[in-house]
């Protein structure tokens, strides 16, 4: 059944996509840090957008309401747009900046939370002072159409199948609460009423596919961006946001961080005497050996020409420690001549070494890659 999904999804997407972007457009949970932080300031951005937009036209629709509908119908109409339209004010300006997923998450449920009441509170007013003569009233056939925007509108973020579906639920369900339990509603013909909810189906899953296509760019344009086209590693740029990122959550939450610094040994000798072409594939072998060994929350960062750095999240000494004998037991690959590729490796660890700032723990952790090719190569150092 997953290899059947996957195969329609590749129909979709193209035959690029692998089983972990299957995975990621599906659910948020393998996401890195470095795409939910890029996600999360592009989903508030987006939020402040849409609710300033709404924050200017809610209003203006007074004056369509004060020509079509009686007095008062229109005045209570009018003061629900104007709470309304100070609810999106505020979310403009009050709501913080910030690249934390769960932050992005409460902006965006804030934005459909503030039009869902307007449509429950309008829609109830109006119910009120229905009479057959308003039923092909223009007012009123603009007040249906606000689920359809709002679902709509969840096409322009990137989001996952999971999140999409999450945040379509509510206007899904309390549309067929209206269904169920005859609650106020603008349409009194219930062939309306399923029509309605079956359109809102559809135009959700749309909606969907559309943030999740938005998702799976962002992943190819975060990826180009984040990583080394030679060794697929993560770069130096992004290695140290992500240093930075989970450093600072070891820091706040005094959990253990281990880097494992590793640099090739005698590396300038396979550029010297074979050429870059060589070079560049003793590169890849060692990049892939150590990717494999790894575990998967691990980041694997091309620190600058052979020196690869390792960062391990949640990870005591005691765990970096076995990671780093496991990677001497898989090796990191051939030299040309067909002799074995070795290591010096620097271990450090942000409680153990008791570091208060991210850049000490790095240069702790190559200081001690220098003492193990002082000591000799092929080894590794965790004190110093």
Known sequence: MFCHVTKWFRRIYGDSISQHDFHCLL???????????????????????????????TPLWVVVDAFFLPWPLWGWISIQ????SIAFWILVKAYPHSS??????RALALLFCIPSLFFLSSNLTL???WVVEMTNN????????????????????????????LFAAPALVAQVLFIVFDLGT?????????????LLALISGVATLAGMSQLHLMRQLNRQASHDPLTQCFNRASGEELLTIHFHIS?????PMSLVFIDLDHFKSVNDQYGHEAGDLVLRQAATRLREAIRTEDMLIRWGGEEFLILAPDTPIEGALHLV??????????RPDGSPITASIGIAERSLDDSKEVHALVELADHRMYLAKKGGRDTYVYES
Request: charged share 20%.
């Open 27 to 57: 659910t948020p949970a393998t996401h890195s840090s470095l795409l939910a932080r890029r996600r999360s300031e592009m989903m508030i951005s987006r939020v402040r957008l849409v609710a300033m937009l709404f924050a200017i036209l």
């Open 127 to 129: 119910s009120g002072y």
């Open 325 to 334: 004998k496991r990677l001497r037991e898989r090796g990191f690959g051939l």
């Open 186 to 198: 603008l349409m009194n013909n219930s062939g309306d009423r399923l029509a309605t909810s079956w």
């Open 138 to 165: 223009p007012a009123i056939v603009g007040y249906t159409f606000l689920p359809f925007v709002m679902l709509a509108g969840l096409s322009i973020f990137p989001l996952t199948f999971l999140e999409g579906i």
């Open 81 to 84: 747009r104007v709470a309304v």
């Open 100 to 105: 934390q997923i769960q932050d992005a998450y």
């Open 251 to 255: 820091l706040r939450h005094q959990r």
